[in-house]
């Protein structure tokens, strides 16, 4: 073998060595029994083409990358949020090492979660057992604070009940009587991680305010709630604060991972970090208002505050997920409106900044052709941006959104030149829209890592068919630190515009750079 102490190499120079080349070769000679190249070739060219599409948009029985994650990752990150508290999955010890991995892989960091390892007998006769020794030994030996309890599909396919078993581990003394242990059913087989994250929140708002409203009153604490809902970048933490303080409006982010998610390397490991106090929870009615900065995936929350809270809490027809130009003024508006301080001059100009940079690359993005995926407020905002921009959103799809939210994205798409060759797709996966970027060849596409390989194989047909990914969403495990970023605010916008306008003059720059062949567009004043 190639490998030696002496000479160590990095896996992609060292599969292509001779030895690992022949290997693979035989492999796949003498075990794979695999189909002729002409036919995997003809197959491949068939699934590009408009009658594949037609089959394929007839499947119902089968999710090929589904661009959606289940319930508990959500309820997991939801309840990372919250100060010295250990997200606690009552289910199969399996899942929580996917949701760690999947959080590991994206944010480069350790993820405290654990799970009560429910295995056969569990499936049996229940996970009650489970649950008082896990409830126990969580407290034991991480000393959280509080201990935020989801589910899994196993869990949830015998009909284990949560409320019943946490009141039992008290009565048993397993917990203390006062030990906070908000719960949530998040069951897999329905809705997608942003339900899961919903149902997390409701779960813990639910725990410390619905029994204890008597002394609350709207508006006594002087503060604006803000809940951000599934949320993955660390700068949409940040800016939404920034942006705040800078207003000097008090405010409360109702969970709140930045810290945990971004810990230092000082040689100190925290498995607790910053995140929003039971205390703060507790005074959450207090507040003039909620604003759940992604409405559409906080359907549960959204009604817990308007009932409960009595909070206007403006849901979806009311108010957007902060992205773009017009949806940040919208969102600063409504912050001015609850609190009754003014946009300060320093917001002002960041906005002209934002118009000045939208201006300076308009000749570049004008007409440009995106397919994009995601969870669906994310897609909306997306999706309104390229419309600012003068961009053309031609395959929009999320896979984990409801009718009323393609009636929406229809009506904003309507209102807009740009929207007019758009299609939106709900309950579609990456697979179907493999389809639509062969038979409709998009300029770019934005979404999570699963889509390279549609780019690879939009590669394979050829280079002129070849349609890059955009790294903007969740997912991200092939690149580093794009997590930091920021998507939401002026800020964001900034980032994703510069994102944008440099992955095509890159690409102007690649086609562009044969000597003295193609090399006559080059300039430096792009
Ligand atoms: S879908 Fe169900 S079985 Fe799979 S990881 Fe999620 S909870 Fe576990």
């Known amino acids: 073998m190639s490998q030696s102490v002496e000479n160590i190499k990095p896996s992609y120079p060292l599969f292509r060595d001779q030895d690992y080349k022949d290997m693979l070769t035989n492999k796949k000679d003498n075990f794979e029994e695999k189909h002729p190249q002409e036919l995997i070739d003809e197959t491949f060219m068939w699934t590009t083409t408009v009658e594949y599409q037609e089959l394929n948009f007839q499947r119902e029985a089968l999710t090929v990358n589904p661009a959606k994650a289940c319930q508990p990752l959500g309820a997991v990150l939801c309840s ?44 049996v006769f229940g996970g009650q057992k489970n649950m ?12 959280p604070d509080m201990i935020a309890v989801s589910t899994t599909c196993m869990a949830e396919v015998i009909g284990d009940d949560l409320n019943a078993f946490i009141g039992n581990s008290r009565k048993e003394g397993h917990i203390p009587d006062d030990y906070p242990v908000p719960f949530a059913h998040t069951p897999s087989f329905v809705g997608s991680h942003t339900t899961g994250w919903d149902n997390m929140f409701e779960g813990i708002a639910r725990y410390f305010t619905l029994n204890y409203m008597e002394d609350k009153e709207v508006g006594s604490n002087g503060k604006i709630n803000i809940v951000p809902g599934f949320e993955t970048y660390l700068g949409n933490f940040r800016v939404i604060k920034r942006m705040l303080n800078e207003m000097d409006v008090g405010f409360t982010m109702l969970s709140d991972p930045e810290e945990v998610l971004d810990t230092p390397a000082d040689g100190k490991f925290r498995m607790y970090a910053g995140g929003t106090t039971m205390d ?47 949806w940040t003024d919208a969102f600063l508006m409504k912050v001015s409106e609850i609190s009754g301080q003014e946009i300060p001059e320093s917001l002002a100009k960041e906005r002209g900044r934002l118009v000045d940079m939208m201006t300076d690359s308009h000749a570049w993005l004008h007409g440009k052709r995106y397919a994009l995926w995601g969870d669906p407020d994310f ?20 896979n984990n959104a409801n009718k009323r939210w393609k009636k929406a994205m229809e009506e904003i798409l309507a209102e807009n030149p740009y929207g007019a060759n758009s299609e939106v797709h709900i309950g579609k996966d990456l697979w179907h829209m493999r389809s639509l970027v ?64 440099n992955t095509e003059l890159e690409h102007l720059d690649n086609k562009t750079r044969g000597m003295q062949t193609t090399d006559y567009n080059y300039d430096l004043v792009r």
């Not at 997200?87 to 760690?100: D, I, L």
């Not at 008082?132 to 000393?143: Q, R, V, W």
């Not at 909620?290 to 979806?316: D, Y």
């Open 280 to 326: 703060e929870m507790k005074d959450a009615p207090n507040a003039h208002d909620t604003l759940f900065l992604q409405p559409w995936q906080s359907t549960k929350s959204l009604k817990f505050a308007k009932n409960t809270w009595q909070h206007s809490a403006p849901g979806e027809k009311d108010f957007k997920i902060p992205m773009g130009l017009d």
């Open 379 to 398: 897609v909306m905002g997306m999706t309104k941006f390229l419309l600012e921009l003068g961009c053309e959103p031609i395959h929009i799809l999320a």
């Open 438 to 501: 062969f038979t409709n060849k998009p300029d770019y596409m934005i979404g999570n890592s699963y889509g390279k390989f549609i780019q690879r194989d939009t590669l394979y047909k050829g280079e002129e068919f070849e349609v890059p990914l955009i790294r903007i969403g969740f997912p991200i495990f092939d690149r580093h630190h794009l997590h930091r970023a920021t998507t939401l605010g002026y800020e964001g916008a900034m980032q994703i515009l510069t994102t944008l306008v």
């Open 132 to 143: 008082f020794d896990g409830l126990e030994n969580c407290k034991a030996t991480y000393k």
């Open 80 to 123: 990372l949020g919250f100060e010295n508290t250990m997200p606690y999955v009552h289910g199969s010890q399996g899942c929580v090492a996917y949701f760690r991995t999947y959080f590991n892989r994206h944010f480069k960091e350790p993820i405290s979660c654990v799970s009560d390892s429910m295995t056969e007998d569990a499936a």
